[in-house]
């Protein structure tokens, strides 16, 4: 069973809502530290969504049980596999997006209509729904998520593996670093700076065409 999106342009909707937030943040908010935060938050959001969100929506209900920010990227139509991103690159939790994304109307109907138990991993604990039917069930019934009309159709377009991604979300960190040190720079300058870097390790001409392209700042 494959499932999808009632409203397949959600996803850009809460992106579009994220932007405006962080331009909020940069004209009101003196904490750097949370500025900074909220907006690496976002761009992992955005690289992430490169990679076939519904793709990534339908690998994580087929298990039986979801972390509820994970449920709430989905019904949000964000890529849910980049909420462990941001677990391990993100430290300011409090600025963290959620703090946005749960004031949606999807949010708070996800909230009355299940309840999420907490599940302890090492030294660290997630908000649970232990029940994926349940979910789902109130999902659908709420107008959010529909049964796929495409069950027969692979989805031909290939996912970038982990590791990219990360590459990516590097590079336009860096990338944006350099651009606030001098904003007359170009792709091809960007990429000449970051070749050298052993943190990269990939050539000039890849991350001008491969990675740049896609950098939020271009």
Not at 118 to 130: D, H, M, Q, V, Y
Not at 162 to 190: C, G, H, V, Y
């Amino acid at each position: 069973m494959r499932y999808e999106l009632v409203d397949s342009n959600r996803g850009k909707e809460t992106i579009a809502m994220l932007e405006l937030r962080l331009n909020d943040l940069r004209a009101t908010n003196e904490n750097t530290e949370e500025l900074s935060a909220f907006q690496d938050s976002l761009n992992i959001i955005k690289v992430f969504q490169l990679n076939n969100p519904n793709k990534q929506l339908n690998a994580i209900l087929k298990n039986t049980k979801i972390r509820l920010d994970q449920a709430i990227f989905c019904i949000l139509g964000l890529n849910p596999m980049a909420v462990i991103t941001l677990d391990k690159k993100i430290q300011v939790k409090d600025v963290l997006l959620l703090d946005k994304l749960l004031l949606s109307n999807e949010s708070r109907m996800l909230s009355m209509l299940t309840k999420s138990e907490k599940e302890f991993t090492g030294n660290s604990s997630a908000e649970i729904l232990s029940d994926m039917r349940v979910f789902l069930n109130n999902a659908i019934d709420q107008g959010l998520l529909k049964i796929s009309n495409n069950q027969n159709t692979s989805i031909k377009k290939s996912t970038k593996r982990l590791a990219t991604i990360e590459k990516q979300i590097l590079i336009n960190k860096l990338a944006r670093a350099l651009m606030q040190e001098d904003p007359r720079l170009n792709r091809s300058d960007i990429a000449r700076e970051l070749c050298e870097k052993e943190e990269i390790s990939l050539s000039l001409e890849t991350i001008r065409k491969d990675y740049l392209d896609k950098h939020p700042n271009y």
